[in-house]
């Protein structure tokens, strides 16, 4: 056994950058678990930062000054972000609102529906069991309604923490992008000199993570706009909330679609029954998802190396359950990153075979 630790140990550890690399990334870690909250603001602003960047790449490409280049996509961000602050966040709070307090009214209509269900298969299904589930249904309501009241009651810090995170964004974004080079010198001390594994994990991360993350950014803002604009049209009910669900569910593949399918069915549903309007809605849905999953993504992400899905559904798992919500939204680019450092670690062999390869 030990010897079997030494020869793993000797393969993958034998070069000290990979011994700093786990040290950082162990370091990095702790940050994140311990006072990860209290740097949120922080952390937004770099991401924001970076993604900017690539913006002021291409405007400098057509010979635009840098000054000139800085402040039109800091302008850009900030209209962005206060279109979102103050149009967008308000119209889904209101429309969310609303579709709670509808809530009861949706589990009647669909506990009148499901009560169909024993008549047209009394062998596969009773009029206990759909009673059971209707019952258990209003329960979770009920339980989630206190829970909304609970978290009003209780909401004074978390807005005030908000307010806090709101302003400190743009000013963070600003001078993160102003004093880039600083910034990245700055960092660079606290690294070896000579670090080949950490530039060339920091390429393929900088190819593969700004392609991703800035073409699932434009992904979103296509797939919700179009459903918008025809969810508007056929008059579905929360048009703009549903829109923005289906935007946001491109985020996790294979299981984000499946996941706005039910709302936006059983809105449907509620509003019109299995009629024409229903099935229009649902078809039109289908339609989209087919032309962003077959001509929109491949589209977009040609340059990008797209991940197992097996590996994607993994990363969900992993990271949803040690981060939540925002372990979801970031599990494919988390999981680049381990991919970029798994491909760029130095092995023994590789070691060896570069040596052979330069006699």
Do not use: C
């Amino acid at each position: 056994m030990r010897r079997l630790l030494h020869d793993f140990y000797d393969r993958y550890f034998h070069d000290e950058e990979s011994l700093i690399l786990i040290i950082l990334l162990f370091i990095a870690i702790v940050i994140l678990v311990t006072i990860g909250s209290e740097l949120a603001p922080l952390i937004v602003a770099i991401i924001i930062a970076y993604l900017m960047q690539g913006v002021i790449a291409v405007l400098l490409r057509y010979g635009i000054p840098e000054s000139i280049a800085f402040g039109l996509v800091y302008t850009l961000f900030i209209g962005t972000f206060m279109s979102i602050l103050l149009v967008l966040l308000p119209t889904l709070s209101n429309q969310f609102g609303a579709f709670i307090n509808e809530l009861p009214r949706l589990i009647s209509q669909w506990q009148a529906a499901l009560m169909l269900l024993p008549e047209t298969y009394p062998s596969l299904i009773t009029e206990q069991t759909v009673e059971q589930l209707v019952q258990s249904a209003r329960g979770e309501l009920a339980a989630f309604g206190q829970t909304v009241l609970s978290a009003s009651i209780a909401s004074i810090p978390t807005v005030l923490s908000w307010v806090v995170f709101i302003v400190l964004v743009p000013i963070l974004v600003f001078f993160v992008m102003k004093d880039k080079t600083q910034l990245v010198g700055w960092a660079g001390n606290f690294l070896p000199r000579n670090r080949p594994l950490m530039t060339k994990i920091w390429r393929e991360m900088d190819l593969q993570l700004s392609n991703y993350i800035r073409g699932k950014a434009l992904e979103i803002f296509l797939v919700g706009s179009v459903t918008f604009l025809i969810f508007n049209l056929l008059d579905l009910d929360f048009a703009l909330l549903l829109s923005v669900l289906v935007g946001l569910s491109v985020v996790i593949p294979y299981i984000g679609a499946t996941v706005a399918t039910i709302p936006i069915v059983a809105v449907a549903y509620v509003q019109w029954g299995f009629g024409g309007e229903f099935y229009t809605v649902v078809i039109v849905y289908g339609v989209i998802q087919l032309i962003d999953g077959n001509l929109l993504a491949p589209i977009i992400f040609s340059e990008t190396n797209n991940l197992h899905p097996v590996a994607v559904i993994a990363a969900v798992l992993v990271f949803g359950g040690i981060w939540g919500l925002a372990g979801v939204f970031f599990a494919i680019p988390l999981a680049t990153f381990v991919k970029a450092i798994i491909n760029a670690w130095p092995s023994k062999v590789q070691s060896l075979i570069a040596e052979d390869s330069s006699k």
